[in-house]
């Protein structure tokens, strides 16, 4: 009977527009208001694909939110998830040991990252905000100190702590009208205390001012590091740690070899700890399972999600190193979250990282990056409107300029904007239409930038599709230029 029950349920029809009514009148939707939202109906999704109710399909080449890393619908991750299903509805994680989390556990801190000698444990939570909240609250409780340093254009997330952190004002939760004159209305007391910001290390665009590499002071320093060193100097005694991501989520900027080296460097004499933010660029999206490992260096703290499941359930974690595990082993952390270690979360994060052990994908996302810098290379020569190309692996930026010799933007302070007024009018938003059109799915999270982040198992003639609806996309772009 079940099993007819089943049957029944995947060939039932679906009135679609009573699906978009119920949507738009019922949900408090993101980056939208009520009048600009204009929902998708979407019916399944595989690999790399989207499919709608009349069977046609568009091309993710964002995979979702930069989380899809080995592919929507994986089989292993869905047959695994129905059989935890079988046996679990929930498991209290404080009090119960499940063979799903531990086994997750066991695949990360033995199999992936046993061999880099840092990671101690691992506590999971349920999004990538949660994580960077946890890790906060680790390091403020490792340390005895209450500040947490951010850089400049940071992502961290939305929750209060996160937000903190985030020093991308479009993305603190805020307000933002879709009329003109724009307004906006932040969050009363948000970013809440206990944060500072340093200078990021964006060298396209230098906050102060330089130009790599001639930058450089005598010793080889980079002045961005050089001035993080003087601004923590003044109030090490407070500071407990300082929170980066290796590609900038939002902008995906990837700084030059040194910096993390020397960053990494300034914490350890400054005596404060390092939060490695890997929610995005983690396993395998940077082409390396975490993205520290192109540097060389190893953290105190990392946060990671979305690629540890490849988003087939909500599923995050804080890993710290031995010392900061050995700490949190003698005490009571009187910290609980009701779906920490889901048993079907923790299973689909099994078959996740299961497959992605076989199949080495952090190696085919590095193989898979050398293809789409090739095409982008084309791309920059033949389209004077891009200004920079920027990424690893599998998550790239193309920045669109007016004017390459200024480097002046179609949109200005998009580093630092907000969503009021005409932000649906960017150039971005024309790649956006235009692609889409073109069945790719392009876009990006800065009015002035695109995002290339497919899956990390993403095919060459996946990769043409895409190229190929960016290219044509961009000549309207450079009819628009100076």
């Given at each position: 009977?079940?099993?007819?029950?089943?049957?029944?349920?995947?060939?039932?029809?679906?009135?679609?527009?009573?699906?978009?009514?119920?949507?738009?009148?019922?949900?408090?939707?993101?980056r939208y208001s009520q009048q600009e939202y204009d929902p998708q109906p979407l019916a399944r999704t595989e690999g790399s694909w989207l499919y709608r109710p009349d069977g046609s399909k568009i091309l993710d080449f964002l995979s979702g939110y930069i989380s899809v890393n080995i592919g929507?619908?994986?089989?292993?991750?869905?047959?695994?998830?129905?059989?935890?299903?079988?046996?679990?509805?929930?498991?209290?994680?404080?009090?119960?040991?499940?063979?799903?989390?531990?086994?997750?556990?066991?695949?990360?801190?033995?199999?992936?990252?046993?061999?880099?000698?840092?990671?101690?444990?691992?506590?999971?939570?349920?999004?990538?905000?949660?994580?960077?909240?946890?890790?906060?609250?680790?390091?403020?409780?490792?340390?005895?100190?209450?500040?947490?340093?951010?850089?400049?254009?940071?992502?961290?997330?939305?929750?209060?702590?996160?937000?903190?952190?985030?020093?991308?004002?479009?993305?603190?939760?805020?307000?933002?009208?879709?009329?003109?004159?724009?307004?906006?209305?932040?969050?009363?007391?948000?970013?809440?205390?206990?944060?500072?910001?340093?200078?990021?290390?964006?060298?396209?665009?230098?906050?102060?001012?330089?130009?790599?590499?001639?930058?450089?002071?005598?010793?080889?320093?980079?002045?961005?590091?050089?001035?993080?060193?003087?601004?923590?100097?003044?109030?090490?005694?407070?500071?407990?740690?300082?929170?980066?991501?290796?590609?900038?989520?939002?902008?995906?900027?990837?700084?030059?070899?040194?910096?993390?080296?020397?960053?990494?460097?300034?914490?350890?004499?400054?005596?404060?700890?390092?939060?490695?933010?890997?929610?995005?660029?983690?396993?395998?999206?940077?082409?390396?399972?975490?993205?520290?490992?192109?540097?060389?260096?190893?953290?105190?703290?990392?946060?990671?999600?979305?690629?540890?499941?490849?988003?087939?359930?909500?599923?995050?974690?804080?890993?710290?190193?031995?010392?900061?595990?050995?700490?949190?082993?003698?005490?009571?952390?009187?910290?609980?979250?009701?779906?920490?270690?889901?048993?079907?979360?923790?299973?689909?994060?099994?078959?996740?990282?299961?497959?992605?052990?076989?199949?080495?994908?952090?190696?085919?996302?590095?193989?898979?990056?050398?293809?789409?810098?090739?095409?982008?290379?084309?791309?920059?020569?033949?389209?004077?409107?891009?200004?920079?190309?920027?990424?690893?692996?599998?998550?790239?930026?193309?920045?669109?300029?007016?004017?390459?010799?200024?480097?002046?933007?179609?949109?200005?302070?998009?580093?630092?904007?907000?969503?009021?007024?005409?932000?649906?009018?960017?150039?971005?938003?024309?790649?956006?239409?235009?692609?889409?059109?073109?069945?790719?799915?392009?876009?990006?999270?800065?009015?002035?930038?695109?995002?290339?982040?497919?899956?990390?198992?993403?095919?060459?003639?996946?990769?043409?599709?895409?190229?190929?609806?960016?290219?044509?996309?961009?000549?309207?772009?450079?009819?628009?230029?100076?």
């Amino acid at each position: 009977m079940a099993r007819e029950v089943k049957m029944q349920s995947r060939v039932r029809e679906v009135d679609w527009q009573q699906v978009k009514e119920w949507d738009r009148k019922y949900l408090i939707h993101a980056r939208y208001s009520q009048q600009e939202y204009d929902p998708q109906p979407l019916a399944r999704t595989e690999g790399s694909w989207l499919y709608r109710p009349d069977g046609s399909k568009i091309l993710d080449f964002l995979s979702g939110y930069i989380s899809v890393n080995i592919g929507y619908s994986h089989p292993r991750i869905q047959a695994a998830i129905k059989e935890a299903a079988d046996s679990f509805g929930f498991a209290a994680d404080h009090s119960f040991a499940t063979e799903y989390r531990s086994r997750v556990a066991k695949l990360l801190m033995e199999d992936i990252l046993g061999p880099d000698d840092w990671a101690g444990a691992v506590r999971f939570t349920v999004t990538g905000s949660e994580a960077v909240e946890l890790a906060c609250i680790i390091a403020k409780l490792y340390t005895n100190r209450p500040t947490i340093v951010s850089k400049e254009w940071a992502y961290h997330g939305y929750t209060m702590g996160a937000a903190g952190a985030t020093t991308s004002p479009a993305y603190r939760s805020g307000l933002a009208s879709d009329t003109e004159p724009a307004e906006t209305r932040p969050v009363p007391s948000h970013p809440p205390g206990g944060f500072m910001m340093v200078p990021g290390n964006n060298c396209y665009r230098c906050s102060l001012g330089h130009e790599y590499p001639a930058c450089k002071m005598r010793d080889g320093t980079l002045p961005c590091v050089h001035v993080v060193d003087s601004m923590v100097s003044a109030r090490v005694d407070s500071v407990a740690a300082i929170i980066t991501d290796i590609a900038q989520a939002r902008g995906t900027v990837i700084p030059p070899e040194e910096y993390f080296a020397q960053l990494r460097q300034l914490t350890k004499e400054l005596g404060i700890l390092w939060i490695d933010d890997e929610v995005v660029c983690g396993f395998g999206r940077l082409g390396k399972w975490f993205g520290y490992q192109r540097y060389g260096v190893t953290p105190d703290i990392m946060c990671i999600g979305k690629g540890l499941c490849s988003s087939a359930l909500p599923v995050s974690a804080v890993v710290v190193s031995k010392e900061i595990a050995e700490f949190l082993n003698k005490q009571r952390f009187l910290q609980l979250s009701t779906f920490s270690g889901h048993p079907l979360a923790m299973a689909a994060a099994a078959a996740n990282l299961e497959v992605m052990l076989e199949e080495n994908i952090p190696a085919r996302a590095a193989k898979a990056g050398e293809y789409i810098a090739e095409k982008l290379r084309v791309l920059e020569r033949n389209h004077r409107c891009i200004g920079r190309v920027g990424g690893a692996g599998v998550f790239w930026s193309v920045e669109l300029v007016k004017n390459r010799e200024t480097k002046e933007h179609f949109r200005k302070r998009a580093l630092s904007f907000n969503y009021a007024g005409d932000i649906h009018d960017s150039v971005q938003d024309v790649i956006a239409h235009k692609c889409h059109d073109k069945g790719v799915l392009l876009g990006g999270f800065m009015p002035n930038s695109v995002i290339l982040g497919p899956p990390c198992t993403v095919t060459r003639e996946e990769i043409d599709i895409a190229i190929d609806a960016l290219d044509d996309a961009l000549k309207e772009i450079d009819a628009m230029c100076d």
